[in-house]
């Protein structure tokens, strides 16, 4: 393996370590969004009826 | 194949302490300094449409690249990290496409419940809607 293989493979990996943490808090803020969202079209739905 | 036991053995206590370190250092820094930055980024429209562009193109710039390297160098195992990586920056990608769903709908429902845009100035502004 060559100097530039193994720089290749570290950047590669800790990116995919670091895409795991950061994908992980798009879930979260997409559940806190996913809970605003059905209470403003819940607050809608009162609002029209 | 070349053993790799000897230079892992040797390697222990530098990895030892990458570890350490990584767990004394980089996690705080994660937690305390890049997770508040990176949550008020994802409540921004236009910031997170260019996180997925750039991550997309970064997807077929690295896959690429880890083929090329592993063509020229006949590893396999290279290969497969370009794959992987390749699929999991297409995986973010996609999670951001799915934040973004979210954003425009949560600004469509509140340009729904308030048209003239009274007091519209945070997106989680529930008084807007009382």
Redesign the interface.
Known sequence: ??T??II??VV??T??VF?????R???K??KE??R??A???R??RQ?TT | MTSFWPYLVVLAPALFCTALGFIVTVSPWVKNTLMPWYTTTLQSEAKVEYLRDLCSNLSFMGGAAGIAFGMSENSLATKVVAITFFAMAQWYAWDLVARLERLRAEKGLLQVSNPLGVQAVASNDEAVLD
Not at chain 1, 19 to 23: A, D, P, R
Request: glycine share 6%; aromatic share 4%; no cysteine.
């Open positions: 393996m060559s530039a293989l290749y493979n590669a990996i990116l995919m895409g795991i943490v950061l994908g808090a798009i879930s803020s997409n969004s996913d605003r969202i209470e403003l079209k607050k809608l609002r």
